[in-house]
């Protein structure tokens, strides 16, 4: 029987310290988690109490956990376990909260596991021997790591992490069969009926409309027993124009209405009448309206008649023959 590897038996640096406890999901807010409660039967928000369940911890080594976190390198289940999530996410698909097939987080004796870097993920490797104590630096390319054993862990929960793993990078390896199927039917589940991934804020959403039209009703005394027929938009009256106050003859001078304010007060020699400007106005000589009376058109040309072309023809003088090149000597 080969060595029994755990979890802790993994390093980055080759350091080999006492391991610490890791969570696999430490916020159950997760897109993944939440997809994972009604998948697996569970109830929402159910998923958030196991968060310092045994299930969800790892014990790793000071140097790989924050790697892990960072969904760099993960632990793939067994085939077995990633087909029997496979079954329960199918049997739950399309189904009522009460007639789902329930499968809660659980501890694990011993699960077995193969360590998967990611796609971009090119840092050496170290693996202590659980028996020897020797340790062997495995470089990218990776070869076949042995298989490790998972104390606590539940298989669900890491297989969840190591789908998220494997999808997070820019480039996707070529996933296991196993868990390629999981990954088709997790991206096909829809609960039924549907419950947001994200859900809303305790406080219902304000509508500023319906509350200012409710709060103009009551200012207008209206009731719902009057008809729901929307009433007409009143109109508003059109501003009346008005002339400006024109001075009394013998009263003292003053601006008209129309000018503008000046925060100093202007000079007399200054101060305009309605009066002076009018009499400006009047002996401004006035240019000549156009006269739009329509202009008399023109007769129409008519030829010659044929007699006079031909007397024409008689009285111009005969054109001045050319000799030819041929004919000068």
């Not at 998948?39 to 109490?49: C, F, I, R």
């Not at 840092?123 to 054993?149: D, E, K, M, Q």
């Not at 008519?302 to 009285?315: I, Q, V, Y």
Request: a positive charge.
């Amino acid at each position: 029987m080969g060595a029994v590897y755990t979890e802790d038996c993994v390093s980055l640096n080759g350091i080999f310290g006492e391991a610490i406890e890791h969570a696999i999901y430490s916020d159950s807010s997760c897109y993944y988690l939440r997809r994972h409660e009604p998948a697996v039967g569970m109830q929402p928000g159910e998923l958030s109490t196991y968060m310092d369940h045994p299930a969800n911890r790892l014990k790793l080594q000071p140097d790989v956990a924050p790697h892990f976190s960072s969904l760099k390198i993960c632990l793939v289940p067994e085939d077995a376990a990633i087909r029997q999530l496979c079954q329960v996410y199918s049997k739950n698909q399309g189904r009522f909260p009460a007639n789902r097939v329930v499968l809660k987080p659980t501890v694990s004796d011993g699960a077995k596991c193969v360590l998967k870097p990611n796609a971009e993920f090119t840092t050496s490797i170290y693996l202590r021997h659980p028996v020897t104590g020797l340790v062997t630096l495995h470089r990218h390319p990776y070869p076949a790591f042995p298989t490790i054993n998972v104390r606590s862990a539940d298989t669900a929960l890491l297989t969840l992490h190591a789908h998220e793993v494997m999808t997070s990078a820019s480039k996707w390896p070529m996933l296991e069969p196993q868990l390629l199927a999981f990954s088709k039917i997790a991206s096909k589940f829809i609960p039924t009926p549907y419950i947001p991934i994200f859900p809303f804020s305790g406080t219902a959403p304000t509508r500023p409309l319906l509350s200012a039209l409710a709060s103009s009703r009551k200012r207008q005394g209206t009731s719902d027993t009057v008809s729901s027929r929307p009433s007409k938009r009143p109109r508003r009256a059109a501003p009346r124009k008005t002339a400006p106050a024109r001075p009394s003859p013998a009263g003292p001078a003053t601006m008209p209405a129309w000018l503008p304010l000046s925060p100093l007060p202007l000079p007399e020699q200054q101060v305009i009448v309605m009066g002076e400007i009018q009499n400006t106005l009047a002996q401004t000589p006035t240019r000549p309206k156009r006269s739009r009376a329509p202009k008399p058109c023109p007769p129409p040309r008519t030829l010659p008649p044929r007699a006079a072309k031909a007397k024409a023809k008689e009285t111009m003088a005969p054109p001045k023959s050319r000799a030819r090149k041929g004919n000068r000597r």
